[in-house]
C-alpha cells in the first residue's frame, strides 16, 4: 500500500520558520515529480511547490517564492518544503503529492499528482 505522510507541521509566530517532511512508503518515488499543495479554510486547495526526479527544475507559487524551498532525498524517499519568514496568511492544511507520470519538469497542474498525503496543519499567529 503506498503512503505518504507528512509531519512538522503546528503553531509558529508570524516571522518564523517550519520544515514540513513528506515520507512515501510502498512504492519508490525517485523518478516523480514531487509537489505541495495547501488549502486554508472557505479556500479551494492551491499549489505551493514542486521539484522534478533530480532536483534541477523547482516551481513556486509566487505567494511563497523567496520564503519557501522544496527539495528533495531520493535515497529516504522523502521531500521536504522549508518554510521561512511565515505569514498568517500561510496558515493551512500542507498535502505532499506525487505526480508518477512527470518526472523532468516541475508541473504545478494539481489533476498531474496521482498521490496524496493526509495533510499537516501550519497555522501561523500574527
Known amino acids: 500500500q503506498v503512503q505518504l505522510v507528512e509531519s512538522g507541521g503546528g503553531l509558529v509566530q508570524a516571522g518564523g520558520s517550519l520544515r514540513l517532511s513528506c515520507a512515501a512508503s510502498?512504492?519508490?518515488?525517485?523518478?516523480?515529480?514531487m509537489g505541495w499543495f495547501r488549502q486554508a479554510p472557505g479556500k479551494p486547495r492551491e499549489f505551493v511547490a514542486s521539484?522534478?526526479?533530480?532536483?534541477?527544475?523547482?516551481s513556486y507559487a509566487d505567494s511563497v517564492k523567496g520564503r519557501f524551498t522544496i527539495s528533495r532525498d531520493n535515497a529516504k524517499n522523502t521531500w521536504y518544503l522549508q518554510m521561512s519568514n511565515l505569514k498568517p496568511e500561510d496558515t493551512a492544511v500542507y498535502y505532499c503529492?506525487?505526480?508518477?507520470?512527470?518526472?523532468?519538469?516541475?508541473?504545478?497542474?494539481?489533476?498531474?499528482?496521482?498521490?496524496w498525503g493526509q495533510g499537516t496543519q501550519v497555522t501561523v499567529s500574527s
Open positions: 521539484i522534478n526526479w533530480g532536483g534541477s527544475s523547482t
Open positions: 503529492a506525487a505526480a508518477t507520470t512527470v518526472s523532468g519538469w516541475a508541473t504545478t497542474r494539481m489533476n498531474a499528482y496521482t498521490y
Open positions: 510502498g512504492r519508490t518515488f525517485s523518478s516523480s515529480t
